[in-house]
């Protein structure tokens, strides 16, 4: 079955740690995104990737970081400078602009729930 | 600024009721708009993609509709299992980021 995968389903964070969040597609996708949902506001975007080694900061990236180092996976750093973690955090990929097809639909992970302990 | 607003916010129906959501947008130059289905805890499930105004797509008891300004989802019949939040979000021409209302939290009594 092709899809994404996001682990943990739920994550603790203690204060001042870094954590990091898995994000993995087998849907042969150039792009790649990661959301944050908190409740009441719509996905906010933290960063996305239009291509391997390259990626671009959203609207809310400042104490996150990411990596691209391989066009199936797409990891999220949260780090202690991200003073309010607790969120549900949602990885994303669509076919991109590399690709040169119109579709640009997003398939969704299952997300994964950051708590601060 | 590109924006995305939803309505209503919440709606509550009977089963069999039909109803429609709507997804207000303003972009300068649309590339896409697309609904999606979110279950409590879970990712957001993919239901439909429209591209152009006058374009109409369905699933079941689901129909999405596009014009210049706005999309509607309709429900016809709905049953509880279509409870759920319905996500509207739009892809702007020359980028390739999404922007997303907050959402119809839809409850259908039985």
């Known amino acids: 079955d092709g899809g994404i995968t996001q682990s943990p389903k739920y994550l603790f964070r203690k204060e001042g740690q870094n954590v990091t969040l898995s994000c993995e597609q087998n849907?042969?996708?150039?792009?790649m995104y990661w959301y944050r949902q908190d409740p009441g506001q719509g996905l906010r975007l933290i960063y996305y990737s239009q291509i391997v080694n390259d990626f671009q900061k959203g609207d809310i990236a400042e104490g996150y970081s990411v990596s691209r180092e391989k066009k199936e996976s797409f990891p999220l750093t949260v780090t202690s400078a991200q003073k309010n973690p607790t969120a549900f955090y949602l990885c994303?990929?669509?076919?991109?602009?590399?690709?040169?097809?119109?579709?640009?639909?997003?398939?969704f992970g299952p997300g994964t729930r950051l708590l601060v302990l | 600024e590109d924006q995305v607003t939803q309505s209503p916010e919440a709606l509550r129906l009977q089963e069999g009721e039909s109803s429609s959501l709507n997804c207000s947008y303003t972009v300068s130059g649309l590339r896409g708009l697309f609904w999606y289905r979110q279950d409590p805890g879970k990712g957001p499930e993919f239901l439909f993609t429209?591209?152009?105004a006058g374009e109409e797509k369905e699933k079941e008891r689901l129909k999405a509709t596009l014009t210049k300004k706005e999309s509607f989802l309709h429900i016809t019949a709905p049953k509880p299992e279509d409870s759920a939040t319905y996500l509207c979000a739009v892809q702007a021409s020359g980028t390739y980021k999404y922007i997303f209302g907050t959402g119809t939290r839809l409850k259908v009594l039985a």
């Open positions: 994303a990929s669509s076919p991109g602009a590399a690709s040169g097809r119109r579709e640009e639909t997003q398939y």
């Open positions: 849907l042969n996708h150039d792009a």
């Open positions: 429209l591209y152009s």
